[in-house]
DNA sequence: TTGAAAGCGCTAACAC
DNA sequence: GTGTTAGCGCTTTCAA
């Protein structure tokens, strides 16, 4: 009953011809007379014959696989570079074998492991922060690593990432030219470095150039959640700000649910701004306005740098930064000088 | 400067013992001395071996890898059934092999393919549709195949899903009880059997039980997204609909806020039902109306089921159906006599 | 409890 | 253009 496997060298013997034959037609080296090439062929049909793919791993030490590491398949953010990632690596004849982190070190560590162990020709990263015991890893790794919307300050590993300090820059330059002072920020966890290097050093600056004062007590850590939006709007509204910048769309949403359920208008008495762009901030009403980045397009050129890696080529170009824009929807008022980079 | 890789041999030199020996201590094989394993631990340890997983394959025919095979990551829908699959898969010490597919009939009969040359343990497929050509695929494969939020009507493979067609009869039924004639149906394509075989029947068990005419008409097939649900939204207005159970949930939402935008009130002009009670069923104003299913858990049961299948184990169920639920939000009326499956 | 040895199915020199 | 022959790094009888 159990399906028998025919091999290169059931095909060689039918075919009359030797195995290192057959493995040149199936893999198309030009080296065979195009008569051998079609009898060859011609019994790969009869017999149905499938090539092992971990036989010819274990023979060339290429997998052909790549592994990538995300934090969350359900976190539309990370699905949309795993996308990304996903058509590029098709392209190349990669697949992927994927794993969910969930952002967790040691789970992160434990994966990189077992991929490593799987032979994968490369590896690409996303994750929320790179420790120094993940970056250690990814040097003892012998496979090339890329970290796809992932910033690493410290680090020497490549990356594709969009410039976020100059978008929140922008974004919260935009709130300040229309006449507020006080502009509240409410980000997931200050222990990941595109928080606090990036969007809060971007906010930072914004306020510097305007001269405003900064105020810590302006800066909210409220994990990413809708929930925690609705919970985080009355804080805000005590505050006393007068607008906010959100690190996450759905986390937004919830801020602006709560805000007009309290009486709150957006944009009249708080004008908010969020990140990803995602169909939430169509969704919601009064609509968000949101930085946009070429998720799929990180996805794509971390890929692409990575096989690039694979095939021992240098790169153009180590720490890739694609650009980002902002556009504007209804819960920020109208204004002059918007840029888009 | 290429890393040398440590083998199985090296460590049986250094540790003065057979490659068997060490083979079986890195499988757990009971039968070592304790000494014995010991001290081949500790060279394990000291030359920081790690063994070759796809040579294990090559030698044992067991990969521990699993294909899965999802129609789009970026789809909440389909890449929440796929953590609960990689959250179990992990589980059993199982990787994944995640490919899109794009629903494309073609694609997916690739991608098998090129899942079995892998030589994936077992496979799990997620899809809109199942033809004659995917069917014969599976069968083909000599790996096992279970399908994941996926229905074949014709098939006999294993599969895992939630009872839609009740679903729709029960969320259509309470429609009705709030004195509706005039209900429309909208989906994304005709073409899939979830849509014909079950959402459409449960409507029309629901109309016929109810007596109340069955109008084509009233069957809208739109494609699944924010922008389908805004432009169908005029077109249910006139055709005189004052309730509507939509499959998706940003279908519903551009319905939703396209029938606010134009003056019709939903829940008092038109009721809506959606599907998947995703976020977004939340965000929305008013908040949607949602048949509940146990998504990660459906993930999560099929890969139990193919992990037995891998195993060679019989399953006690081959169509295995979790229970769904239906949440009351603001876009219906409430109602007396709902219940939960 | 341990070792020897034969593969697993293929690629990659190398020789012809 | 084609064939021969070592492996790739491991598991798995089979003996001892």
């Given at each position: 009953?159990?399906?028998?496997?025919?091999?290169?060298?059931?095909?060689?013997?039918?075919?009359?011809?030797?195995?290192?034959?057959?493995?040149?037609?199936?893999?198309?080296?030009?080296?065979?007379?195009?008569?051998?090439?079609?009898?060859?062929?011609?019994?790969?049909?009869?017999?149905?014959?499938?090539?092992?793919?971990?036989?010819?791993?274990?023979?060339?030490?290429?997998?052909?696989?790549?592994?990538?590491?995300?934090?969350?398949?359900?976190?539309?953010?990370?699905?949309?570079?795993?996308?990304?990632?996903?058509?590029?690596?098709?392209?190349?004849?990669?697949?992927?074998?994927?794993?969910?982190?969930?952002?967790?070190?040691?789970?992160?560590?434990?994966?990189?492991?077992?991929?490593?162990?799987?032979?994968?020709?490369?590896?690409?990263?996303?994750?929320?922060?790179?420790?120094?015991?993940?970056?250690?890893?990814?040097?003892?790794?012998?496979?090339?690593?890329?970290?796809?919307?992932?910033?690493?300050?410290?680090?020497?590993?490549?990356?594709?990432?969009?410039?976020?300090?100059?978008?929140v820059?922008?974004a919260v330059t935009n709130l300040i030219n229309h006449g507020h002072k006080k502009i509240a920020l409410a980000?997931?966890?200050?222990?990941?470095?595109?928080?606090?290097?990036?969007?809060?050093?971007?906010y930072?600056?914004a306020l510097?150039?305007a001269?405003l004062?900064?105020d810590?007590?302006l800066?909210y850590?409220?994990?990413?959640?809708?929930?925690?939006?609705?919970?985080?709007q009355?804080?805000i509204a005590?505050s006393g700000a007068t607008a906010v910048f959100v690190?996450?769309?759905?986390?937004a949403?919830?801020i602006i649910?709560?805000s007009?359920?309290?009486?709150i208008n957006v944009p009249n008495d708080l004008e908010v701004v969020t990140?990803?762009?995602?169909?939430?901030?169509?969704?919601?009403?009064?609509?968000i306005t949101?930085?946009?980045?070429?998720?799929?397009?990180?996805?794509?050129?971390?890929?692409?740098?990575?096989?690039?890696?694979?095939?021992?080529?240098?790169?153009?170009?180590?720490?890739?930064?694609?650009?980002?824009?902002?556009?504007?929807?209804?819960s920020t008022k109208?204004d002059?000088?918007?840029?888009?980079?």
């Open positions: 009953m159990e399906k028998q496997t025919v091999t290169i060298y059931d095909v060689a013997r039918e075919a009359a011809v030797s195995m290192a034959t057959v493995s040149r037609v199936v893999n198309g080296n030009p080296n065979v007379k195009p008569a051998t090439r079609k009898k060859v062929l011609a019994v790969i049909e009869r017999l149905d014959y499938r090539p092992n793919a971990v036989a010819r791993g274990l023979a060339s030490k290429r997998s052909t696989t790549v592994g990538v590491i995300i934090p969350d398949v359900t976190n539309i953010y990370f699905a949309s570079l795993a996308r990304g990632i996903d058509d590029i690596a098709m392209m190349y004849k990669y697949n992927i074998i994927l794993t969910n982190s969930d952002d967790a070190s040691e789970q992160e560590v434990n994966v990189l492991n077992t991929l490593m162990a799987k032979q994968v020709d490369g590896i690409i990263f996303m994750g929320n922060h790179v420790d120094d015991k993940l970056r250690a890893e990814f040097k003892r790794a012998k496979a090339p690593v890329v970290l796809a919307g992932t910033v690493d300050p410290a680090g020497d590993t490549p990356s594709v990432n969009s410039d976020y300090a100059a978008a820059e922008e980000l997931g966890s200050l222990s990941q470095s595109i928080n606090t290097e990036y969007r809060l050093a971007g930072k600056r510097n150039k001269k004062p900064y810590d007590a800066v850590e409220a994990g990413y959640s809708y929930d925690a939006g609705k919970k985080l009355p804080v005590d690190g996450d769309d759905e986390m949403a919830g649910n709560a007009m359920e309290s009486g990140s990803n762009n995602t169909i939430v901030t169509q969704i919601t009403r009064p609509a949101s930085i946009t980045q070429p998720l799929y397009d990180i996805g794509a050129v971390a890929m692409r740098m990575l096989t690039k890696l694979m095939n021992d080529k240098e790169l153009d170009e180590k720490a890739v930064i694609l650009p980002y824009g902002i556009v504007r929807r209804d109208s002059e000088g918007e840029t888009v980079n």
